[in-house]
């Protein structure tokens, strides 16, 4: 059974660089039959897929978030990596590290708070 455990700083000041791994157990991150999704959900509001990363290696952005956003892997340590910058308290919210089949997702990480403040 697959596990995911999202880790990184819970609170970031304006403007710098968000961190955040996800390691994987019970799976290969290099599957081909899985991808490797980051969401998040800002209080109040739904949630939004920020991106993935699959199998083969490809990355898929949401064109909102492109430009700030870059998701890459470690397949040594079988963890994945989201990295967000020029933060703004709107990036303030609960993010999710998923695997998705077929553009669906099927198991998520428990979610780690992240609050961007000065």
């Known amino acids: 059974q697959v596990r995911l455990q999202e880790s990184g700083p819970g609170l970031v000041k304006p403007a710098q660089t968000l961190s955040l791994t996800c390691a994987v157990s019970?799976?290969?991150?290099?599957?081909?039959?899985?991808?490797w999704n980051w969401i998040r959900q800002p209080p109040g509001k739904g949630p939004e897929w920020m991106g993935v990363?699959?199998?083969?290696?490809?990355?898929i952005y949401n064109p909102s978030l492109e430009s700030r956003t870059a998701i890459s892997r470690d397949t040594s340590k079988n963890q994945f990596t989201l990295q967000l910058t020029s933060l703004t308290p709107e990036d303030t919210a609960v993010y999710y590290c998923?695997?998705?089949?077929?553009?669906?997702?099927?198991?998520w990480g428990q979610g780690t708070q992240v609050t961007v403040s000065s």
């Open positions: 019970g799976d290969a991150i290099t599957a081909t039959t899985y991808c």
């Open positions: 990363i699959c199998g083969t290696g490809t990355t």
């Open positions: 998923a695997r998705s089949y077929n553009d669906c997702v099927d198991s």
